[in-house]
């Protein structure tokens, strides 16, 4: 993930994951792709119902909080990959990312989330005349 993001800094992407480290939180596997229109974040979250999800943004900063419901098994846990941790990623939004229009859905684990991107920003024809 840290190659693809330096490489998408290098492109002058605009949405970058964050450089710190989450204390008491898994920092959950992201991809970004996008359009002409928008960008697209996909976020992996197993185990978190929309229902415990948090996507705020505070200036140019768009983060998401999962919290997991766990349930302790009965008897004695003998193994565990699963991270009993909630999830946090927090990413810088540039100047082209229209934080208004920020929509998110959820399904079967993965967040996804869809960052419009301002009307400055989209390319467009420009008519030459005379």
């Known amino acids: 993930m840290n190659n693809v993001a330096e490489q998408q800094n290098q492109t002058n992407q605009t949405v970058r994951p964050e450089r710190q480290a989450n204390r008491g939180f898994v920092a959950p596997p992201a ?3 996008g359009t002409d229109n928008e960008y697209i974040l996909e976020v992996e979250m197993p185990g978190v ?6 996507v705020t943004v505070e200036g140019n900063e768009l983060t998401i909080i999962g919290r997991r419901r766990t349930e302790t098994p ?17 990413f810088e939004l540039g100047p ?7 929509s998110a859905q959820m399904d079967q ?6 960052l419009t991107k301002s ?9 030459i005349t005379g």
């Not at 119902?49 to 948090?54: F, L, Q």
């Not at 684990?109 to 869809?114: A, D, E, F, M, V």
């Open 31 to 33: 991809n970004i792709s």
């Open 49 to 54: 119902d929309k229902s415990g999800i948090e």
């Open 74 to 90: 009965a008897g004695e846990l003998y193994y565990s990959e699963a991270p009993q941790a909630d999830f946090r990623r927090a």
């Open 96 to 102: 082209d990312v229209d934080t208004g229009k920020i």
């Open 109 to 114: 684990g993965i967040l996804k989330l869809r």
């Open 119 to 127: 009307e400055k920003s989209k390319p467009r024809k420009i008519q």
